[in-house]
């Protein structure tokens, strides 16, 4: 991503959380199957710490 951005710039990132997967079927729940298996409330508390530290 940083090869990718000019000096100054700003990159979005938007991920989806709290996903539920429900087979139609048999309306049985399933495992999500994603690559962030976080709560959008640890995603945000994460972010929000890790801006903290990177802000002077």
């Known amino acids: 991503m940083a090869l990718g951005t000019r000096v100054d710039g700003v990159n979005c990132i ?3 959380s709290n996903l539920e997967e429900i087979l139609l079927e048999t309306n049985e729940k399933l495992d999500a199957r ?3 298996n976080l ?3 640890v995603m ?3 972010a929000v710490s890790h801006i903290k530290k990177s802000v002077p």
Request: aromatic residues 0%; hydrophobic residues 50%.
């Open 39 to 41: 709560t959008t409330e």
């Open 34 to 36: 994603m690559e962030i």
């Open 14 to 16: 938007i991920v989806n």
């Open 44 to 46: 945000l508390l994460s």
